[in-house]
């Protein structure tokens, strides 16, 4: 019997208990200093993984222009939030590395998906239904309000800022967009990591996360409101704050999800 049956073999003859730990509202600025020291440590990979984002998130932007697409800048950008767990795999990967006493490498980082990248995938599919169905809204609200016709870039963002029509479409928008964008949080949270860290299926990946956020709904609801302000941040400096602000984000993450999940195997009764 090979190494790969053995293992399969095994975990038939085991079962999987997930516990959700209870964490206080002092938590997320634990994670947010335990992720602070996760970049000091290896401060190079890990702005060399922020800035490849970065760099990608230029090259969208400057594409949206070029092709005559800006006007979906605007819920591309917002729909940034339903991507950034699969964006913050490989610092992930960086923190594990870490933990194990090794320098991490890019390496670590571009490469932390493969060793479970069947479930990982399908994450990042439950990820992208949920970035579709805001764009779908975004564009069926801006119908809604402004109609069929793209006005100029200078008409629409002074619209946005100084009409009945532009403040009814952000309202409306935000008001959808937090749903979805809680929904999508509640679900990734701590599934990603958790299934980078454990054999699991992509479901029990969710499961733990929605476990998390309904045990621990007052500090799950203060980190999603800190990781969506300092994403605002890094975006409003035309991105470039993204660099420290995305990679320090995921160290963070992983270190919540350490807190707040505990996986153990137990033989079948």
Not at 221 to 236: E, F, K, R, S
């Amino acid at each position: 019997m090979n190494a790969a049956e053995t293992n399969k073999h095994k975990q038939s003859d085991a079962t999987v208990k997930i516990t959700i730990n209870p964490v206080g509202m002092d938590r997320p600025r634990a994670w947010l200093e335990a992720g602070f020291k996760d970049f000091r440590e290896a401060t190079a990979v890990s702005l060399a993984y922020g800035m490849f984002w970065v760099g990608l998130s230029i090259a969208i932007t400057a594409g949206a222009f070029t092709l005559g697409l800006w006007h979906w800048l605007l819920p591309l950008v917002a729909g940034f939030m339903f991507l950034g767990p699969l964006v913050a795999v490989g610092s992930y990967g960086i923190s594990r590395r870490l933990e194990e006493g090794r320098a991490p490498t890019l390496g670590d980082a571009f490469g932390a998906w493969r060793p479970h990248a069947g479930q990982l995938a399908m994450m990042g599919v439950m990820m992208m239904i949920f970035f579709l169905a805001w764009i779908r809204l975004a564009t069926l609200l801006f119908a809604l309000f402004f109609g069929f016709e793209t006005p100029s870039p200078d008409t629409l963002y002074t619209a946005l800022i100084t009409t009945r029509e532009g403040f009814g479409m952000l309202a409306v928008g935000t008001a959808a967009g937090a749903i979805l964008a809680f929904g999508a949080f509640s679900i990734s949270v701590v599934a990603i990591p958790t299934l980078m860290d454990h054999d699991l299926t992509f479901m029990e990946g969710i499961e733990a996360s929605v476990r998390s956020v309904a045990r621990n709904f007052r500090p799950m609801l203060l980190w999603a409101a800190i990781l969506t302000v300092c994403v605002l941040i890094g975006v409003m400096t035309f991105y470039i704050g993204l660099a420290l602000i995305l990679p320090v984000l995921g160290h963070a993450s992983w270190h919540a999800y350490e807190d707040l999940v505990r996986v153990e195997t137990l033989p079948k009764s």
